[in-house]
């Protein structure tokens, strides 16, 4: 193993030999590099399907979870990781599901954590925000500094209407704790007609003067939810227009790695990013794959393509085939997503629900 590489605790249980692919640098297994030269430095990796909130857009309320059996263990997860560092990413995403429902979820992202500095640049979380309060603290321990939390409105009532859970409260107390934890919250909400457009300039300025990120995303049509995907779909170009009226917005060269664009607003002193799937395609610059809380990995968000990394971890020789199964998904990974928000009481585009591969 290379001396500059800290060995990894060991999360709970027994462990099974490392599957670190990291040798002399020489013989470092190849970058990640799709068919269309994009290279990967970004894993968005599931740790649950699971969630304590049943947002509309998302899920149903009698949501079907994959059976605990299948989802790989913590140790399967930072295994995995492994691998996916070894071919050069650099930043992990943990996400869900809600991830923080997880149990010892934190023992992962401590180890992981003892990498940063060394082969991970980045190691970061997506949240609902509910439990945030009780694990900010352990995660900013852990090397984390920047999370996104998900938040579609400030009003009580609404909130639980959309999420069908009255838990906003628990929200805003994990986001302060988060800030109070020195790390850097971004705040994401999905813009849905009908819901939270009349609110978005509210909720735009409220996180703006919290010294939050806010970056809207388009609805995508991600699995069966019981709601009609068009009646949510509010386009960001529209948004956008609408905000421009009562803000001065300046486009912003950041770049996050990431789809959103982003513009600074004048009168609020924040940045805006947009997610826009449907008005802008963003998949020419794809540097990320996802892989599920069972280990399968999904070349592309809005696509069906999907490799099996569980089987090569659990095989006798996870080394060889789980290099083989990140190849297959260089291959197979697309140049664009294929979905699409054109017709009513379509089926959705992709059958698979944002829950189980994390946004
Ligand atoms: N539970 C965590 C959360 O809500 O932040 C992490 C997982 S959640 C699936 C990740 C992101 O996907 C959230 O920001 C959520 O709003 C977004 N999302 C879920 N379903 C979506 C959909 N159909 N279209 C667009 N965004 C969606
Ligand atoms: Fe849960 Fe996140 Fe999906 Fe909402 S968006 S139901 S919080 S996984």
Redesign the pocket.
């Known amino acids: 193993m290379n001396d500059d590489v800290p060995t990894q605790p060991t999360p709970k249980a027994a462990r099974k030999p490392d599957l670190i692919l990291l040798g002399d640098p020489a013989d470092r297994p190849a970058p990640l590099v799709d068919s269309f030269q994009r290279r990967i430095t970004y894993l968005r990796l599931s740790v649950t399907?699971r969630?304590?909130?049943?947002?509309e857009?998302?899920?149903p309320e009698r949501m079907t979870f994959l059976p605990k059996k299948d989802v790989l263990t913590l140790e399967e997860l930072y295994d995995l990781a492994t691998g996916f560092i070894a071919r050069g990413v650099t930043k992990i995403r943990i996400t869900?599901?809600?991830p923080l429902v997880r149990r010892d979820i934190i023992d992962l992202f401590t180890a992981l954590g003892r990498r940063l500095g060394h082969d991970l640049a980045e190691l970061t979380l997506?949240?609902?925000g509910?439990q945030l309060a009780a694990h900010a603290e352990a995660l900013a321990r852990a090397g984390v500094r920047r999370v996104n939390v998900?938040l579609d409105t400030l009003d009580r009532a609404k909130f639980a209407e959309l999420?069908r859970r009255d838990m906003l409260p628990q929200v805003l107390e994990g986001i302060a704790a988060a800030k109070a934890a020195g790390l850097k919250v971004k705040l994401n909400a999905?813009a849905l007609k009908g819901v939270n457009d009349t609110e978005l300039p509210d909720l735009i300025a409220w996180g703006h003067a919290q010294g939050h990120d806010v970056t809207l995303i388009e609805v995508m049509p991600l699995g069966d939810v019981e709601a009609e995907r068009l009646d949510q779909y509010l386009p960001l170009d529209d948004v956008r227009k609408g905000l421009a009226q009562r803000w001065t917005l300046t486009d912003n060269s950041y770049a996050s790695g990431g789809p959103a664009r982003y513009v600074d607003i004048a009168e609020t002193g924040g940045r805006l990013g947009f997610i826009t799937p449907h008005t802008n395609n963003f998949c020419s610059g794809c540097n990320r794959l996802r892989v599920t809380a069972t280990g399968q990995l999904y070349p592309c968000l809005g696509g069906g393509e999907q490799v099996d990394l569980r089987a090569a971890l659990r095989s006798d020789a996870p080394e060889t085939n789980l290099a083989a199964a990140l190849n297959e998904a260089l291959r197979i990974k697309p140049e664009k997503h294929h979905f699409r928000m054109d017709s009513r009481g379509a089926s959705p585009a992709v059958p698979r629900?944002?829950?189980m591969t994390?946004?």
Not at 51 to 55: G, K, P, Q, S, V
């Open positions: 399907d969630c304590d909130l049943r947002c857009y998302c899920m869900g599901g809600e997506t949240t609902n509910t998900s999420t999905v629900h944002m829950s994390g946004g």
